[in-house]
Nanobody, 121 residues
Framework: QVQLVESGGGLVQPGGSLRLSCAASGSIFSINRMGWYRQALGKERELVATISSGGSTDYADSVKGRFTISRDNAKNTVNLQMNSLKPEDTAVYYC???????????????WGQGTQVTVSS
């Protein structure tokens, strides 16, 4: 199976920075797109940023210019550098990866357990 484990969440003041990391492990044959999503209390989960295996990125308008997504294909990791954080960035952040395993060589979505990010003074 495949496991995604996130780390790096926490409490930060407005204007501050946090770096989220996500590591994928298991019987991984290939990973296509990886990304970060978030879900604020009482709201639907939304896309934050995604990155292809080739490094092509996509960002939500609300985070463009403040957040940067990156990945290390050799380590099966994806990171999200979050700068100039605002209270409205408060949410549970989830890592997602499109993974093909050695046994089933088709891509399926896998999700991490989520990490809380709270932006407050």
């Amino acid at each position: 199976q495949v496991q995604l484990v996130e780390s790096g969440g926490g409490l930060v003041q407005p204007g501050g920075s946090l770096r989220l990391s996500c590591a994928a492990s298991g019987s991984i044959f290939s990973i296509n797109r990886m990304g970060w999503y978030r879900q604020a209390l009482g709201k639907e989960r939304e896309l934050v940023a995604t990155i292809s295996s080739g490094g092509s990125t996509d960002y939500a308008d609300s985070v463009k210019g403040r957040f940067t997504i990156s990945r290390d294909n050799a380590k099966n990791t994806v990171n999200l550098q979050m700068n100039s954080l605002k209270p409205e960035d408060t949410a549970v952040y989830y890592c997602k990866a499109e993974v093909a395993t050695y046994s089933i060589r088709q891509f399926y979505d896998y999700w991490g357990q989520g990490t809380q990010v709270t932006v407050s003074s």
